[in-house]
């Protein structure tokens, strides 16, 4: 007879919280180990692409998502200071048809409640540090900063890109800065829409930055997401407070949409971090010990796939336990044939759309944009960013058919 496996979930952010809700469907114990002494995801908005959608429709959250999303009508492409739209991809018509889901825009407090208010108290240890891990073939021990353990036959990082269960499995190694620094801001909306922000995915493309921009919480606050080519070492927290005079600063000559966008910001919603990266790993696991999201793979936010690959690795490692549950080792090996594929070639692609994005001459900008208008007149749904073969990649058809 099969037992059922105990997991260890080092991490409860939105990868921690989704492999809860995923292990839970499938009815695998578990018990979620989190640093925090409450839940309550920091950061600003998240574009729910459809392959992250998919997922969380199947673990039973497509009527709260729903609420609580905003659902942009394209993705466009604008030149950072005039405003033309250099591609613009539909998105509220179409997506459903062509992937199976829509594409949503999320506040992540909003997406990590939904996710982490299912999970009992009696599953969750908040105020609770890894410390380290000791593993063999058999069983796996997470050790904390209180001085308690806990033994299961899986522990699975899900701790972010400077992961301890990363550390203590493939050893201490710094995560490299990119070079580029990024703000965020929330700027709250009186009346929706606001006349210099309209109801789409926006990627405004200068020379050595971009600034990305959608609503969120049903319209009634607006994300900015804005990065620039910086030499200097800016620490990767999400909680270094920045200003409205900083930022404005950083984008001045751009588009007075920009301008008056930038300028409705509040300094107390004005955050900025440095983007730090790894190369792909070619194995997340050993023995009874695996990695999920950030802690295997970070993503540079330039595909927007950082939270949605984190949900896809929950659901398959879920699924695959589920099937091979009397044989992790078996499971894990599955799990990284499905995944690091994957991962790796959303990872890389992601670097290369941050250089398609700050191209520094005007002449290599026209040649970018004219390949935009070519893309265009050939397909409308493939142009901009090129991602459709991220949002077609369906974690729940896979897994019926894999397992």
Partial sequence: MKRTPRVAIIGGGIGGATLAAALDHCGIDYRLFERTHRFGEVGAGVQLTPNAVTVLDELGFADELRRVAFVPEAMVGRNWKSGRELFRTPLRDSCETLYGAPFLHIHRADLHAL??????????????A????????????????????????????CDGIRSTVRAALLGDQDATYTGHMCWRALVPVDKYPLPHVRPESAFWMGPNSHIVTYYVKGGAMVNVVAVKEHPGWVEESWTIPSTKAELLHAYTGWSDDIQALLGGAEDDQIFKWGLFDRDPMSRWSADTVTLLGDAAHPMLPFLSQGAAISIEDAYVLARTLAHHDADIPLALKKYEAERIPRASRVQLAARERGRT?????RWAQFKRDARYRLRQLRSRNTVGIQADWVYDYNAVERMNQLV
């Fill in 130 to 157: 890894c410390a380290g891990i000791r593993h063999d073939a058999d069983t796996a021990v997470a050790s904390f900063d209180d001085g308690s353990e806990f033994e299961a036959d899986l522990v699975v990082g």
């Fill in 357 to 361: 994005y700050h191209l520094p001459t």
């Fill in 115 to 128: 996710l982490t208010e299912r999970i009992p108290d009696d599953r969750v240890r908040l105020g609770t």
